[in-house]
């Protein structure tokens, strides 16, 4: 069973740009998250979709927004590019997503903004 | 809010050898699953192990053994047996009614 990918691996941006980056979950699993890791901040979550609705949202500004499409593929788009934006965005899908939160990542995107 | 912690930022161990990474965890929930994940440096992060925090006994695979402490809140990953296949961030993560919460993660260095 192929695992989790994501697209592109890396990325440079000009402030101000906007970006997409995209996961392919594992095949039959409905639950798509999305992480940010920096050295600084850690593993910080984003967003939750789950059938094609979000279903968690962290504590990040409205500049970062997600969806999922009915085969579960999953993009994340960061409008108005920050500086600090630069991290490495992983993805995770798993089963149900729901108690046992057993995930499987993707290998991430590095994006860099300059 | 859950918050994890992960107390040691680096560690280093002889080749064969064992070593335990800590992690400690705030919740006031009563069912939760405790994770310990992998991410070598290549990046991809791995599952190594996990608890739900209704079972007893601590979970093993394999050279890695968890010592689940309810009460204390605490969750410590063992690695018996070091090989310099472990060298990796090591993330404790916690999941309950919430999405995963990650601790900061610990260095691991396996020195030959």
């Known amino acids: 069973k192929a695992g989790v990918t994501q697209t592109p691996r890396y990325l440079i941006k000009t402030r101000g740009q906007q970006v997409t980056l995209s996961c392919s979950p594992i095949?039959?699993?409905?639950?798509v998250s999305w992480y940010q890791q920096t050295p600084g901040q850690g593993l910080q979550f984003l967003f939750e979709?789950?059938?094609?609705?979000?279903?968690n949202k962290g504590n990040f500004p409205g500049r970062f927004s997600g969806r999922q499409f009915s085969n579960s593929r999953s993009e994340m788009n960061v409008s108005t590019l920050e500086l600090g934006d630069s991290a490495l965005y992983l993805c995770?899908?798993?089963?149900?997503?729901?108690?046992?939160?057993?995930?499987?990542f993707g290998p991430g995107t590095r994006l860099t903004v300059t | 809010a859950q918050t994890v912690t992960q107390s040691q930022p680096e560690m280093s161990v002889q080749e064969a050898e064992t070593v335990t990474l800590s992690c400690t965890y705030d919740?006031?929930?009563?069912?939760?699953?405790l994770f310990w994940y992998k991410q070598p440096p290549s990046r991809q992060m791995i599952l190594v192990i996990r608890q739900e925090a209704y079972k007893q006994q601590n979970a093993t695979e394999n050279r890695f053994s968890v010592n689940f402490q309810k009460a204390a809140k605490s969750f410590s990953l063992k690695i018996s047996d070091s090989q310099l296949g472990d060298t990796a961030m090591y993330f404790c993560a916690f999941s309950g009614n919430t999405p995963l919460v990650f601790g900061k993660g610990t260095r691991l260095s396996v020195i030959a």
């Open positions: 979709y789950f059938s094609e609705t979000q279903r």
């Open positions: 919740t006031s929930e009563n069912n939760y699953y």
């Open positions: 995770a899908s798993s089963l149900t997503g729901t108690g046992n939160y057993e995930q499987y």
């Open positions: 095949s039959g699993h409905r639950s």
